[in-house]
């Protein structure tokens, strides 16, 4: 665990770790703390926590100096704010126990304390806006060799530590699984505290990251400004019955628009990393599913399925295949165009190939299969 002046986060924070993890699991609880000035240390002590001085403050780097400390197989993270689900390690355990190449698996944390943080996030889950994919570091089971692998936590962008070490454990192959049915809290005690917690991330933040960062348009940085589409803002206040939710969603919006819009020499715009890895498993799987359409070798029940006029979903040719999107990636949404569904069209295998190729990138900017049951 990383702390600093974390004493009102932690009163809540550490009954709940010791709640989902039984003692015979842990072999010690180690926090590295930035030079807390208030009860911080005292409290991690009541816990039986040992209390470490970072010599550097900063996640990654009290990150790290944790991991140094680090001797067994598995490890997990949190952050000082965090309130774990009970069935957090029963679940996590399990997910990073089904194959040595999974070098990560985490829950999914929603705001808790404040009711007007509660409230955007809430709603974003009930509408499914928020990705299943979705991670961090701040309550991960860590596979230690794994990490240790990858370099450690990135100290290059402190706001980006965790994107960035996705990011390299998906180079050395490893999967990182999210439950997103396992919900934990992500406290703030009050919206004040959440925009003063914004401001200071985009501060230190060294990049922005964007899936498209050519099409970052003066329009687009409008819309973001406005807050996005207002029907979901007044989804939010219906649903939540809080006159307030609209102005704060506003404020928070204007906040983070106004400062990305704002020209910045130290910021850089970075493309979000894809998971190549991933890629090609579902390039591979949409391979295997083709199935000729006609000829000697065509599979009849599905030529006889498909009865409607059979176009190459890529060069707009008459199709001499169909493919499937595989199962377990719940979380590939079709965007080819309208239309396009769990199966497609297409001319050839090379064609095929593109098509799967813009269907993953056009479904999120991360992608993993599901978790395992």
């Not at 090609?280 to 006889?304: C, H, M, P, Q, Y």
Request: with cysteine.
């Amino acid at each position: 665990m990383w702390t600093y002046n974390s004493a009102n986060a932690l009163e809540k924070s550490l009954p709940s770790i010791e709640n989902a993890i039984e003692s015979e699991n842990v072999c010690h609880r180690i926090a590295v703390d930035g030079g807390s000035v208030d009860e911080s240390r005292t409290i991690l002590n009541r816990y039986g926590w040992t209390v470490k001085a970072a010599q550097r403050k900063g996640i990654p780097h009290q990150a790290n100096e944790a991991l140094a400390m680090v001797d067994t197989q598995f490890f997990a993270a949190f952050e000082h704010d965090i309130i774990l689900n009970p069935k957090w390690f029963e679940r996590t355990s399990r997910m990073i126990g089904s194959d040595d190449r999974t070098g990560a698996a985490q829950g999914l944390r929603l705001y808790a304390g404040s009711k007007t943080m509660q409230a955007f996030e809430e709603w974003m889950y009930r509408a499914k806006r928020i990705p299943i994919w979705s991670f961090s570091i701040d309550n991960t089971l860590f596979r230690t060799e794994a990490v240790k692998q990858a370099g450690g936590f990135p100290v290059e962008d402190p706001a980006s530590a965790d994107t960035i070490l996705r990011k390299n454990l998906f180079k050395l192959g490893y999967r990182w699984l999210t439950d997103n049915t396992l919900l934990s809290g992500h406290y703030r005690k009050n919206f004040l505290e959440q925009f003063k917690h914004q401001v200071k991330s985009l501060e230190l933040a060294r990049y922005y990251w964007s899936s498209s960062p050519e099409t970052s348009s003066v329009p687009r940085r409008f819309i973001s400004l406005l807050g996005g589409n207002p029907k979901h803002v007044l989804n939010m206040a219906l649903q939540s019955r809080m006159l307030r939710v609209p102005l704060a969603w506003y404020t928070l919006r204007l906040q983070r628009g106004l400062y990305l819009a704002l020209a910045r020499d130290t910021k850089t715009v970075k493309p979000v990393p894809m998971d190549d890895w991933y890629l090609t498993n579902f390039l591979r799987a949409v391979a295997i599913s083709g199935k000729s359409l006609g000829g000697a070798g065509a599979d009849r029940e599905v030529d006889r399925f498909h009865s409607a006029d059979r176009m190459c979903m890529w060069c707009g040719q008459r199709a001499e295949f169909v493919y499937s999107v595989p199962e377990g990636w719940e979380n590939i949404l079709p965007k080819l165009h309208p239309g396009i569904g769990p199966t497609f069209f297409a001319c050839s295998d090379f064609h095929a190939g593109k098509i799967a190729d813009k269907i993953f990138k056009d479904a999120f900017d991360y992608v993993a299969p599901s978790p395992p049951k």
